[in-house]
């Protein structure tokens, strides 16, 4: 069964941190992963996609990995902000579908 | 800018009754994916299309959901009847030929079952 999971379930940091989330798959074929972000009561917004031939991309503050033989992905937030609140969450595209993890819910306090 | 639009944002109905939700893709993007979210199960896929064939539907209580996209530039979902347990956020999202490009999503229709 393609499935997705992320960990953790949720996390709480204070501003100026950094973290990881971690995300692992078995989705098959593969064709690419993203992370998306989801702020309370939005559609989720698209971070970062990678595809089999990527190991890491970045957007801003944003550093997401991808080893595809361990078929491990990790998002990377440094300096977290009060507005990186939301949760975090990791998709696998195969065949033309998406796959959504759980995602993991990051609180950032100040 | 191009984003994809969902109508209504909120609806509240009574058990019973037919709710339509409707999707705009953004212009060009041939596929469209329909998802519900809920607390409990996350994001779950229901059906998609490209090019406005339905591709995968098999997430989908067939006996009370149907999706159509009867143009290039509308999507709908339809629950006949709908039931307490189908209150959630539902979700278009639409993305373009290339699979390795982003899906982008709408703000989401909000269904409370009463």
């Known amino acids: 069964k393609n499935q997705v999971e992320q960990s953790p379930q949720s996390l709480i940091i204070l501003e100026g941190k950094n973290c990881t989330l971690q995300?692992?798959?078995?989705?098959?074929?593969?064709?690419?992963l993203r992370w998306y972000k989801q702020d309370t009561g939005r559609g989720p917004v698209s971070l970062t996609i990678?595809?089999?031939?990527?190991n890491t991309k970045s957007n801003g503050r944003y550093t997401a990995t991808l080893d595809a033989d361990t078929k491990q992905s990790s998002l990377h937030i440094t300096a977290s902000q009060l507005s990186d609140s939301a949760s975090y969450i990791c998709?696998?595209?195969?065949?033309?579908?998406?796959?959504f993890g759980q995602g993991t819910e990051l609180s950032v306090k100040p | 800018d191009a984003r994809v639009t969902q109508t209504p944002r909120h609806k509240v109905t009574e058990m019973g009754q037919e709710v339509t939700m409707r999707c705009q893709p953004i212009?060009?993007?041939?596929?469209v994916f329909w998802y519900r979210q809920t607390m409990m199960q996350g994001l779950e896929l229901l059906a998609y299309?490209?090019?406005?064939?339905?591709?995968?539907d098999s997430g989908m209580p067939k006996d009370r959901f149907s999706a159509e996209m009867p143009d290039a530039t509308l999507a709908t979902l339809k629950i006949q009847p709908s039931e307490p347990r189908d209150s959630a956020v539902y979700f278009c999202?639409?993305?373009?030929?290339?699979?390795?490009?982003?899906?982008?999503f709408g703000q989401g229709t909000r269904l409370t079952v009463v």
């Open positions: 995300c692992n798959y078995t989705v098959s074929p593969f064709s690419n």
């Open positions: 999202a639409s993305a373009p030929r290339d699979p390795n490009t982003e899906a982008f």
């Open positions: 212009l060009g993007h041939n596929t």
């Open positions: 990678m595809t089999f031939s990527e």
């Open positions: 299309f490209r090019n406005r064939a339905p591709l995968d």
């Open positions: 998709v696998v595209s195969g065949l033309g579908k998406l796959i």
